[in-house]
Antibody, heavy 123, light 110 residues
């Protein structure tokens, strides 16, 4: 069965970096994009962007450029999100989710999600 | 403030029907398919409805969607206490080239 398993919670100090992982199984990794989303405490969902798992080309939403980097290790079907220069307002649950490359044609369905990784930024 | 507008909360009694609206614009809902996600506290969102009105296996037919112009509405009939969750609409926005979500609606089954 399709699964996206994310790495465990992280507690980091302001200014530090963190690298989150999202390991896919149960399907052909390169047939689907990996999207990243953020949910701040008590807030709604915010789309951060996606990475093409065949070309490795990332696309970042406005507000998620510079300090946020999407990457892959296709040999282990894993996507990564690295966040640098962490700030207090980066405290959130970060989700990865699968999508079949249809967003730009107007059909944007995130059909499987990881369980989420809580990142807490605090001194 | 979200570009897609949902009511913050709705409530109804068990067995009743409730609707959750999602209002957008011509660059998002007006042009593209809408999906809906269900999120229970402390868990990841789950795809509930896709491609406007299609249900993944596992979504009961008590859940349905209608779409008109720049708005979509999720309807839930025969409400159960297990339906208490947050519900989000989502769609692509052609002008912003981003996936947008509504602010979420908390459903309470009284």
């Amino acid at each position: 069965q399709v699964q996206l398993v994310q790495s465990g919670s992280a507690l980091q100090k302001p200014g530090a970096s963190v690298k989150l992982s999202c390991k896919a199984s149960g399907y052909t990794f390169t047939n689907y994009a990996i999207n990243w989303l953020r949910q701040a405490p008590g807030q709604g969902l915010e789309w951060m962007g996606w990475i093409h798992t065949s070309t490795w080309n990332p696309t970042y939403a406005q507000g998620f450029t510079g300090r946020f980097v999407f990457s892959l290790d296709s040999s282990v079907s894993t996507a990564y999100l690295q966040i640098s220069s962490l700030q207090a307002d980066d405290t959130a649950v970060y989700y990865c989710a699968r999508e079949d490359y249809e967003c730009s044609s107007g059909i944007c369905d995130l059909d499987y999600w990881g369980q989420g990784t809580l990142v807490t930024v605090s001194s | 403030q979200s570009v897609l507008t949902q009511p913050p909360s709705v409530s109804a009694a068990p067995g009743q029907k409730v609707t959750i609206s999602c209002s957008g614009s011509s660059s998002n809902i007006g042009r593209n398919y809408v999906s809906w996600y269900q999120q229970f506290p402390g868990t990841a969102p789950k795809l509930l409805i896709y491609d406007n009105d299609r249900r993944p296996s596992g979504t009961p037919d008590r859940f349905s969607v209608s779409k008109s112009g720049t708005s979509a509405t999720l309807g839930i009939t025969g409400l159960q206490t297990g339906d208490e969750a947050d519900y989000y609409c989502g769609t692509w926005d052609n002008s912003l080239s981003v996936m947008l979500f509504g602010g979420g609606t908390k459903l309470t089954v009284l």
